[in-house]
């Protein structure tokens, strides 16, 4: 991560280095934040966060889920996010709101303790690596499996489900993997460890539902819209392990990845190896929209200048 100069913590503009929190805090120990990715885009009318109030809906939205009370409003936060790219002077960036219990008490009751709030900003490229968007990536399907329903909330973006994120990527790391696929508890296509999936096949694009303990991904939510624009339907639909094996495209969409060709799962080599067509084609509709070169129809492209 390349340092910035400010983030925004507790109200205000801090040095970098001064954003700290103490050891005892409640998030430490039991995973206790929420939290967001979203990407500014370098665009020909200055830095444009995409679908910026989407992600901080989403933000408040897992607060709601884990009863975290937020000392701020979606106003007050879409204000500080634009700052923050700004005084930064980031053309492009991965911006991280994070809220979580501070320092108060250390029993699992969290009700005593501050909710926190900050949001830093730093420039990122790609999340599986510089090739990926091109090349695609090569990754396995874990052992480990998704949360079950009703044990952790898979609809909210927090720091303790990503535990599971962690071991499937340890894991998938160890045997040589760019990413993990997760199955859900009824042995279904769930997601990546920070990403949602989609597939094709003969012509038919689908997605795991939200069902399959996922993220509502604000990506996989653009890709279903920009396909729509050109006469493509995404199904929802559960999604059994081998009809990966046997798809003609595979792809990954998130923040963070961005659209990412699945060239291989498990070894198994996915279509012809290389980013499909129908991949190119969303990749070629979401990075126009995102980097301002296309009609931005569903106003998705907030301005950092206004
Ligand atoms: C577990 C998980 N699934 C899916 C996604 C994709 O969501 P989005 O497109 O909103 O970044 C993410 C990333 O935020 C994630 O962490």
Not at 151 to 158: E, M, R, S, V, Y
Not at 163 to 168: A, G, K, R
């Amino acid at each position: 991560m390349k340092a910035t100069p400010y983030i925004w913590f507790r109200g205000e503009l801090v040095d970098w280095s001064s954003a700290t929190v103490h050891v005892m805090s409640h998030a430490i120990h039991y995973g206790s934040s929420i939290f967001e990715g979203i990407r500014a885009y370098d665009t020909p009318r200055g830095p444009a966060i995409f679908r910026l109030t989407d992600h901080l809906r989403r933000l408040f939205d897992s607060a709601k889920i884990y009863r975290i009370p937020m000392p701020y409003t979606l106003e007050q936060l879409t204000s500080a996010t634009k700052q923050v790219v700004q005084v930064n002077k980031l053309r492009s960036a991965y911006i991280r709101p994070v809220a979580f219990y501070g320092y108060g008490t250390l029993g699992i009751d969290p009700s005593a303790c501050p909710t926190e709030v900050a949001i830093g900003a730093f420039e990122m490229g790609s999340y599986l690596g510089p090739e990926s968007l091109e090349q695609g990536v090569d990754v396995g399907v874990s052992s480990w499996q998704r949360f079950a329903p009703n044990t952790l909330p898979a609809l909210a973006k927090a720091g303790g489900n990503y535990l599971s994120s962690q071991l499937m990527n340890i894991e998938s790391r160890r045997h040589g993997y760019a990413e993990a696929i997760a199955l859900d508890t009824n042995g279904l296509v769930s997601e990546g460890g920070g990403e949602n999936l989609f597939l094709v096949r003969e012509g038919t694009v689908i997605t795991p539902p939200l069902t399959a303990a996922i993220l509502g991904g604000i990506t996989r939510d653009s890709v279903v819209k920009l396909l729509a624009e050109q006469g493509i339907a995404v199904k929802e639909q559960p999604v059994p392990r081998e009809l990966l094996y046997i798809a003609d495209e595979v792809f990954f969409t998130g923040t963070a990845a961005e659209i990412v060709p699945i060239r291989s799962i498990d070894g198994i080599t996915i279509g012809n190896g290389r980013c499909g067509p129908l991949t190119a084609q969303v990749q070629h509709a979401f990075f126009g929209t995102v980097q301002g070169e296309r009609e931005d129809t569903y106003g998705w492209l907030e301005y950092v200048e206004s």
